[in-house]
Nanobody, 111 residues
Framework: QVQLVESGGGLVQAGGSLRLSCAAS????????IGWYRQTPGKQREVVVV???????VTANSVEGRFGISVDQAKNEVYLNMTKLKPEDTGVYYC?????WGQGTQVTVSS
């Protein structure tokens, strides 16, 4: 059973940056995909950015140009690099390989 543990959330002002980390208990690409989803207030959980084992990256339109994903396979970690944060980015961010989910980390962006 793969375990995913997120860290790095917090409170940041609009326009600021945060970096979320996700540590996996096994190979980061135990499946075909790894990445980040989020649940913002009043909305369903949605994809933020995910990366596939073949290198393809899928990024939500709402974060295109502001958020990026990176993977360190040696450390079994995946990162979400968030810049130019907006209040509407506030929510709980989850690391997932779509079969397993982390517990989530809260990101709050103040205006």
């Amino acid at each position: 059973q793969v375990q995913l543990v997120e860290s790095g959330g917090g409170l940041v002002q609009a326009g600021g940056s945060l970096r979320l980390s996700c540590a996996a208990s096994g190979p980061i690409f135990s499946g075909n995909v790894i990445g980040w989803y989020r649940q913002t207030p009043g909305k369903q959980r949605e994809v933020v950015v995910v990366t596939y084992k073949n290198g393809m990256i899928v990024t939500a339109n709402s974060v295109e140009g502001r958020f990026g994903i990176s993977v360190d396979q040696a450390k079994n970690e995946v990162y979400l690099n968030m810049t130019k944060l907006k209040p509407e980015d506030t929510g709980v961010y989850y690391c997932t390989d779509t079969s397993h989910w982390g517990q989530g980390t809260q990101v709050t962006v103040s205006s």
